[in-house]
């Protein structure tokens, strides 16, 4: 039976809803007076103890909660920001409990537009933290962007970076170097990440390897949609600061070994097309619907740069402007290209492109100058845009010249430029149409070990093939087989390399 609800019942209810009212006021005005009356406590009232001190010893949700509502009532208030606030310092509670952070750590949120884990740290007991974003938000946040950490070499024993904010940055090594340059000696950072798959864990590893090592990595479920799950990884920064880690993935004969995570990319890749199309300007075509990307499989955010190289560029809409620019899923990070590109007849409108470096030369296995023959290739309909207005391939001894054009153009070693130009901690994606000397360049690659610096090859491979023009008449251009391109990709596939069939 219930109890039928009576007079003294309802009075009691009034009473404390009342009580608890006049609590609130006398919080908020509180909180108020130490907030925007200057952190510092001069005003004499409300003043029992100093800001920080109180913050630190308010239990979760109080003061400290109340404290920001008289900043800005709506947000502060809100569901998201409490729950936001409780998750914070559990995370860091159980960063002080593992020993990567202390109360007394001088600590900075990075990227925090509303500091609600600088609150989390001072609910925690670190008093002494920070926030920074684009727009200062006080009194938790000061204005200041990661590109430019706005704190001098080693201020801080802990660094956080939630909320994906590392994945987000449009230059992720900009972003650690700045957060290893802040932290003291030994300091730790600690990073929230979307991200999950080892490609993305090794490339994580590698972009902090030169100031830090990781110590911690643990998987949560986050506090709200944007990030459902969360993976924290913690770093700590060398006690002599930066050290010089030297590239232990290349060997002294200049080999590389590709590790097991990428082997895993390449069984997870399209497959290649086993047997000769009788019609390969279709089958070939088609195939590119079926690409597996790299970036639709893995996260690449944690790189240092983002690099196109197309290697026989021929004109910009051929495929930079028309396919990679447009159609190439690049997870919103900018890259800049490199076109290279032998045939003057397209030199010219690379000047106005912005973010394309144009190498004008042929790629090629050593520093030479060669004989092109330009042809001009009358017999063969190729479609897409700037292609079949002219091509340029190896002059061959006696078969293939048919009267074209002949011109001595620069070669410059590839492999050794490729080297100088990038390093494993760049997302590197190539494309190469060479007519036929992929032969030459493929095992270049290999040998030098520059093959272990690309994540992601789209190869067009030049065979005897059957022709649209003339039915059952193989092109006489290229001696190479099916079989012979067929292993080329296969060897590719089976060293590690994600090389994809391109048309
Ligand atoms: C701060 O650190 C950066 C890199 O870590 C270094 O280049 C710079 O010289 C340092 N500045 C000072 C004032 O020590
Ligand atoms: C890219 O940025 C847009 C807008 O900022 C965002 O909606 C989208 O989710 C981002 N995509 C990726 C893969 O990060
Ligand atoms: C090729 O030439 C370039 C540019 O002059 C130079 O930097 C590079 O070292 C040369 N490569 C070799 C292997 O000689």
Request: charged share 25%.
């Amino acid at each position: 039976m219930e109890p039928a609800a009576g007079n003294p019942g309802f009075l009691r209810n009034v009473l404390v809803r009342l009580l608890l009212f006049g609590l609130i006021i006398v919080i908020i005005r509180f909180a108020y007076v130490i907030t925007l009356a200057g952190e510092s406590c001069t005003v004499g009232d409300f003043c029992f103890f100093s800001p920080s001190l109180n913050l630190a010893i308010a239990g979760p949700g109080s003061a400290a909660l109340a404290a920001s509502a008289a900043a800005a009532p709506d947000r502060y208030a809100s569901k998201d920001w409490i729950n936001a606030v409780r998750f914070y310092s559990s995370v860091f509670n159980d960063l002080v409990a593992g020993g990567y952070l202390s109360p007394a750590a001088k600590s900075l949120c990075v990227e925090t537009p509303t500091g609600r884990d600088v609150l989390a740290l001072r609910e925690v007991g670190v008093a002494d933290a920070v926030g920074i974003s684009k727009k200062a938000s006080p009194p938790l946040v000061k204005s200041g962007e990661t590109r430019r950490i706005p704190f001098a070499n080693g201020t801080f024993d802990f660094v956080f970076a939630g909320d994906g904010a590392l994945e987000k940055a449009p230059r992720p090594a900009e972003f650690a170097a700045e957060v290893s340059r802040t932290l003291k000696p030994e300091g730790f950072a600690a990073f929230h990440v979307k991200a999950k798959d080892t490609y993305s864990y090794n490339s994580f590893v590698d972009l902090f390897n030169f100031c830090c090592d990781l110590v911690k990595i643990t998987d949560m479920e986050g506090f709200d949609s944007s990030m459902p799950h969360i993976r924290e990884i913690v770093v700590k920064k060398d006690r002599f600061g930066i050290d010089s880690n030297s590239d232990s993935n290349s060997n002294s004969n200049g080999k590389c070994s590709v590790p097991g995570y990428k082997l895993e990319l390449v069984r997870n890749a399209e497959a290649l097309i086993e047997e000769e199309p009788l019609k390969p300007w279709i089958t070939l075509k088609r195939n590119v619907k079926n690409v597996r990307y790299l970036p639709s499989m893995v996260d690449i955010s944690f790189k240092s740069r983002y690099l196109y190289v197309d290697v026989g560029a021929r004109s910009y809409g051929s495929s930079i402007g028309s396919w990679f620019r447009k159609q190439y899923p690049k997870q919103n990070k900018t890259f800049h290209v490199y076109a290279i590109e032998a045939d003057k007849t397209f030199h010219q409108e690379y000047g106005v492109k912005k973010g394309v470096t144009l190498l004008p030369y042929a790629a090629w296995v050593r520093n030479e100058s060669l004989v092109f023959e330009i042809n001009r290739d009358p017999g063969e309909k190729v479609q897409g845009k700037g292609r079949g207005m002219g091509r340029i391939q190896p002059l061959q001894s006696s078969n293939g010249f048919d009267g074209g054009e002949v011109e001595k153009i620069p070669g410059f070693d590839f492999a050794d430029w490729l080297k100088k130009t990038v390093s494993k901690n760049d997302f590197v994606v190539m494309k190469m149409d060479v007519e036929g000397t992929e032969f030459d360049l493929i095992p270049r690659l290999f040998e030098t070990g520059a093959i272990c610096l690309v994540d992601e090859i789209f190869l067009e491979c030049h065979y005897n093939r059957w022709q649209r023009c003339c039915p059952g008449q193989r092109s006489p251009k290229y001696e190479k087989t099916y079989d012979q391109c067929l292993q080329l990709f296969t060897s590719l596939r089976q060293s590690g390399v994600l090389v994809h069939q391109w048309w």
